[in-house]
Every structure is written in structure tokens, then in C-alpha cells.
Nanobody, 122 residues
């Protein structure tokens, strides 16, 4: 199983970005998916999860109302729409897959993408 994340870049505060993650080597619909991020000197933290059917999502308070996770099982892709970006959202963003129920813990995920850099300028 391989995950390829894309869509990161440099954006001004208040702007938007849409991250994409493509799965190859397996079928996305069998996996719970998540986006995590990691800023320099900080631990990896969850920003969104979605169950394998796409019906249940989770967002921590610091992104709730600004970020939206979605999935396209037919095309083996998952997305993270990020709006109203803030400088504190600057980090490397990772997509991750888990064979089972959704989880908020990085250690529970079996497969990881390579990360895509998001930089928000203030």
C-alpha cells in the first residue's frame, strides 16, 4: 500500500488549500483515513479523520469549521479542504490509512504518505 499526498504550498493567512491523497496497491474503501500534521519541534497531531464509509468524521477544535475531510472511494482518493488558514497551520501534512476503525492516534495508522508542506504567511 502506498499513499501519495499533494496539494501543499505557500498561501497567505485567510486563504485556502486543498490537499489530496491517492492510494495505490490496495483499495481505499477498506481503510479509515486521516490527515495529520507536524510542525518543527512539535509532535504529530491529528487534524481530521474519516471512517471507511465516509459517514463519520472527527476534527479537533483548532480546525473545526475550517477544515473538511472527504473521500472518493471510487478513485481511491481522500481530500482535506482547508479554509481560513492561519500561520499556526504551517506544518508538513500527512495522510494515513488504518485497517480498522478511525483513530486519532498516529501510532494506530499502518500506512503513511510522504507528507506535503503547507506554509501560511501572515
Amino acid at each position: 500500500v502506498q499513499l501519495q499526498a499533494s496539494g501543499g504550498g505557500l498561501v497567505q493567512a485567510g486563504g485556502s488549500l486543498r490537499l489530496s491523497c491517492t492510494m495505490t496497491g490496495s483499495i481505499l474503501k477498506h481503510y479509515a483515513m486521516a490527515w495529520f500534521r507536524q510542525a518543527p519541534g512539535k509532535e504529530r497531531e491529528v487534524v481530521a479523520t474519516i471512517n471507511y464509509r465516509g459517514g463519520a468524521t472527527y476534527y479537533p477544535d483548532f480546525v473545526k469549521g475550517r477544515f473538511t475531510i472527504s473521500r472518493d472511494n471510487a478513485n481511491d482518493m481522500v481530500f482535506l479542504q482547508m479554509n481560513s488558514l492561519k500561520s499556526e497551520d504551517t506544518a508538513v501534512y500527512y495522510c494515513a490509512a488504518r485497517d480498522g476503525l478511525s483513530s486519532r492516534q498516529p501510532v494506530d495508522y499502518h500506512y503513511w504518505g510522504q507528507g506535503t508542506q503547507v506554509t501560511v504567511s501572515s
